[in-house]
């Protein structure tokens, strides 16, 4: 099932993490809803700007899932609002700014970015959304903004 031109159902549920464990990572409607929102409002416009092919590397996570990798069961993930993702050849840093300039987001995190390509772009979507920036690194947590590494 195809979520947005550029992006299918298949690739926004595939985990490595619930294939090694036997986890089905199977949404419900809803989960499959808020997914083609995010593909339609975040994912695809990214790829048509950059015009870089790219997969996401952690989106719908069901409950199991999420325990599995040490998420929350509140996770954005955990209701298909929310993608992991790099553009190969773009800074995160600029991927990230982009976003931030360019589109409706509910939460945008620039995760583990120590410069380059260093790091991912955590972003999710929702109807209303709150526009947080935040920066994520394991020595100082969440910090608000778009911190460079």
């Known amino acids: 099932m195809q979520l947005s031109a550029n992006f299918s159902l298949q690739e926004m549920v595939k985990s490595q993490t619930a294939e090694r464990k036997g986890i089905d990572n199977i949404p419900d ?17 990214v790829r048509d700007h950059y015009g870089i092919p790219f997969s996401v590397s952690s989106g719908y996570r069901c409950g199991e899932l999420c ?45 583990c970015f120590t410069g380059g390509n260093s790091g991912w772009v955590h972003c999710s979507y929702v ?11 394991k020595a100082n947590g969440y910090r608000e903004g778009l911190i460079g590494g």
């Open 29 to 45: 409607q809803p989960s499959i809803d808020n997914m083609i929102k995010l593909c339609e409002g975040i994912l695809q416009p």
């Open 67 to 111: 325990l599995a990798v040490g998420s929350s069961l509140q996770s954005q993930h955990a209701k298909g609002q929310a993608a992991d993702f790099e553009v190969p050849t773009v800074s995160n840093m600029e991927l990230a700014k982009w976003i931030q300039e360019n589109l409706e987001f509910d939460q945008l995190i620039l995760e």
């Open 127 to 137: 109807h209303e959304p709150r526009k947080e920036v935040l920066t994520y690194d």
